[in-house]
């Protein structure tokens, strides 16, 4: 496989993680992942091609912007619950995405937002895919220790508390709005970083980067990997862009593909590839 | 003066009034019973006292402040436990995670929230231990909540209440669906937790109430009718029309 591709999938992978604190852990499902990831790359974009800001200064400012759109988005959204709080993340999305649809002028439009460049740091090249792909992989460790950290500590048992019982968690002295606001403003933190290295890896933000098909995709892959565990929207990732970067070459309709192996996982593993895994090993143990 | 206090307290769905302008009075150290037919407005009153509904009309004291209004989670934090009628645990966790999250809730500080690991606080663990322990489940903190019987369950509803270390302890029927056996040990654990909490307790088995409680009120269709010591509420001349005697047709 290319450096390239392997990229691609630890960016998916970082955007994965933060939806699967809300979807498998708080157990809200999110259609509006892309607004962060979008804005955050639009904005760190901008800042990089007309203000030169270094590498990391605009992976804080994708952060920050993910954070803080998701902030704005979420504290309207987990006023409701149910399907009323998936329609509310996906018509915000729409929102989001024509804004940038309309605002030429700054977005790009259709074309997208191109010539966004990957500066050096320290005397490294990052133009280089080997230079860029050792630094995503490293940032990706990064986050996937520090999701880790937040499942494993307080506010992840308090997520799934609320995930495993609302009224519960409500009636033992739990804010769950402001928990699932939480939750919602760091999943928009990990959405935003992997915008901004999206950004880098391509050198252009495409409008589909803001758009719902985007917020589908994450959600799909994490799902296809299970949702129940860490390592969940990372498989999903594997698979997805594997997928998608070489099956497409040889068959356009490779999407068909996806829909069986989602079939295949709502019908018999609803704990995804992991699920899958964990079962196929203890049959073997059994076996042997 | 009362602990917890109910006053004029009403609360109405549409065109019925499930609570009538109930005065409670709930004197500290106490086991306090509330009984009453079905649907006479036992559960509905708890969920006021616990601020999951606002009431319609009516006050509520609690340690002297008014606390009408007062939502959920901040009423939690002041001190007020409660058990739910219907089994209301955390299905997926382990006994000891479910009294955790609970003993949690009411820790003083919140520290280290997002990034410290939950064994590491030393004083939550020790003190969600302790109501696992109280309720006679300790030997089985590693089990899942969905696996253990339904006279557990009933167990580790009420450590989750006493796991926030409450001032109040409010047990919504913690006997229902027990079997004699398990309802001997539920009478028994209560009866271990009297005097260590103030309780208000709602219950339908008449030799449970008339052996555990300090003071009976007596509730029918969403009023008081009639409040006193066990022995004054036997007695009690309309509550035996409105509730034992319905009992005995």
Redesign the interface.
């Known amino acids: 496989m290319r450096h390239a591709i392997v990229t691609e999938i630890w960016i998916f992978a970082i955007f994965g993680l933060g939806l699967n604190l809300l979807l498998g852990y708080t157990g809200l499902l999110s259609f509006g992942q892309a607004t962060f990831f979008g804005s955050a790359a639009y904005v760190a974009g901008y800042l990089l091609k007309y203000y030169g800001i270094g590498i990391f200064t605009a992976l804080g400012v994708g952060i920050g912007v993910g954070a803080l759109s998701a902030l704005v988005v979420g504290y309207l959204c987990v006023q409701r619950a149910g399907l009323y709080f998936i329609m509310l993340t996906f018509a915000l999305n729409q929102l989001f995405y024509f804004i940038a649809y309309q605002w030429t002028s700054v977005t790009g439009g259709e074309d997208g937002m191109p010539g966004i460049p990957r500066p050096a740091l320290l005397g490294i090249d990052f133009r280089q895919p080997l230079a860029y792909y050792v630094l995503v992989s490293a940032l990706f460790l990064l986050s996937l220790w520090a999701m880790q950290?937040?499942v494993?500590?307080?506010?992840?048992?308090?997520l799934?508390?609320i995930r495993?019982?609302e009224?519960?968690?409500?009636?033992?002295?739990?804010?769950?709005p402001r928990f699932k606001l939480l939750a919602f403003v760091?999943g928009g933190a990990f959405s935003g970083f992997a915008g901004v290295l999206y950004a880098m890896l391509f050198g252009i933000v495409p409008l589909e980067a803001i758009g719902v098909v985007f917020s589908g995709n994450v959600v799909f892959a994490t799902l296809i990997g299970g949702s129940g565990s860490l390592y969940g929207p990372i498989i999903g990732s594997v698979v997805f862009i594997w997928l998608s970067e070489s099956v497409s070459v040889l068959w356009a309709r490779w999407p068909l593909l996806l829909g069986v192996a989602f079939v295949i996982v709502v019908l018999f593993f609803r704990g995804g590839v992991v699920e899958a895994w964990s079962r196929i090993w203890r049959f073997s143990k059994r076996a042997s | 003066m009362a602990l917890l206090e109910a006053r004029e307290l009403s609360k109405s769905f549409g065109a019925l009034t499930a609570v009538n302008a109930v005065n409670l009075r709930i004197e500290p150290g106490t086991l306090h019973s509330i009984i009453g037919p079905n649907g006479a407005g036992k559960t509905t009153l708890f969920n006021l006292l616990t601020g999951r509904f606002a009431p319609s009309a009516g006050r509520i004291l609690f340690d002297g402040r008014d606390i009408t209004g007062t939502r959920a989670h901040r009423i939690a934090h002041l001190g007020l436990a409660r058990s739910f009628q219907r089994t209301n645990v955390f299905p997926a966790f382990t006994l000891l995670d479910n009294v955790w999250v609970a003993a949690f809730a009411c820790s003083r500080s919140w520290r280290g929230l997002l990034w410290r690991r939950t064994e590491s606080y030393a004083g939550v663990s020790a003190q969600a231990r302790q109501a696992l322990n109280d309720v006679g489940l300790i030997a089985k903190q590693s089990e899942l909540a969905r696996e253990i019987s339904h006279g557990e369950q009933r167990q580790l509803e009420l450590a989750i209440a006493l796991a926030a270390a409450p001032r109040v302890l409010l047990l919504d029927e913690p006997a229902a669906g027990l079997s004699p056996e398990e309802t001997r040990r539920m009478v028994a654990l209560v009866r271990a937790l009297k005097g260590r909490y103030t309780i208000v307790l709602i219950e339908h088995k008449m030799d449970i109430i008339m052996s555990v409680s300090d003071r009976i009120s007596v509730m029918h269709f969403g009023s008081l009718i009639a409040e006193g010591t066990p022995a004054e509420i036997q007695r009690n001349p309309e509550v035996r029309r409105a509730y034992l005697g319905g009992m005995a047709a």
Do not use: F, W
């Open positions: 950290r937040i494993e500590s307080p506010l992840g048992k308090i799934q508390a495993e019982n009224v519960r968690a409500e009636a033992l002295g739990y804010n769950v760091i």
